[in-house]
Structure formats: C-alpha cells, structure tokens
C-alpha cells in the first residue's frame, strides 16, 4: 500500500506561486509514475501533471503548461508541483495520485494510489 498524504495548498492571488508537495510512504513510489489531478466545485476530476518514475518524461495539461512544473525526488520519496502565474481558474482540490506503471497515462482510472487532497483558492 501507499499513502500520499499533499500539503502546500492555501490562498493565492493571481499571478501568485504555489508549490504543492506530495509525499509517499508506506513503499516508496521511486518505481512508479506520480500525477496531479484537480476537481473545482461543480466540475469532474482533471489531469493537471504527470511524471514518469525517473523524472525524464513528463505530461502537462494545455490549461498549464508553461505555467506549472512537476517535479520528484526519489530519495525523498515526493513529487512537486510549481504553480506559478496562477489564475482565478485553477481554484480546485489539488489531488496527488501514483500508478504501479513506470509510465504516466493522463487518465484518473490508470492511477492505483490517491492522496486526499489539498485546497488551492485563487483570488483576484
């Protein structure tokens, strides 16, 4: 089993950074493909970032790229989110996710292990 357990969400302006942090235990995630979702009220849960196990291939959602960063450490066992140029429409719950696969596949049904989530408010 894994447990991922977010941190860093909070209120923001926009324009404004965040970092979200995602950290794993229970097994490390060092083999595994690590991803972001988010759901904003009223909405269905979307793919937000992706990370293949080594850090070398990474997956952005149009919506962010050139916006947002995801990154990991293995020796850490966590992965990151740099959110920067944040805008009113990236208010959502903030999900961290983990599949088995060494690759990401920007489908929520492909991810095994789900975080239970961190808040992100963008304000203008």
């Known amino acids: 089993q894994v447990q991922l357990v977010e941190s860093g969400g909070g209120l923001v302006q926009a324009g404004g950074s965040l970092r979200l942090s995602c950290a794993a235990s229970?097994?490390?995630?060092?083999?595994?493909?690590m991803g972001w979702f988010r759901q904003a009220p009223g909405k269905e849960r979307e793919v937000v970032s992706g990370?293949?196990?080594?850090?070398?291939?990474?997956y952005y959602a149009d919506s962010v790229k050139g916006r947002f960063t995801i990154s990991r450490d293995n020796v850490a066992n966590t992965v990151y989110l740099q959110m920067n140029s944040l805008k009113l429409e990236d208010t959502a719950v903030y999900y961290c996710?983990?599949?088995?696969?060494?690759?990401?596949?920007?489908?929520?049904?492909?991810?095994?292990?789900w975080g239970k989530g961190t808040l992100v408010t963008v304000s203008s």
């Open positions: 229970g097994r490390t995630v060092s083999n595994y493909a």
């Open positions: 996710a983990a599949t088995l696969r060494p690759s990401f596949r920007a489908t929520s049904y492909s991810m095994d292990y």
């Open positions: 990370i293949n196990w080594s850090g070398t291939s990474t």
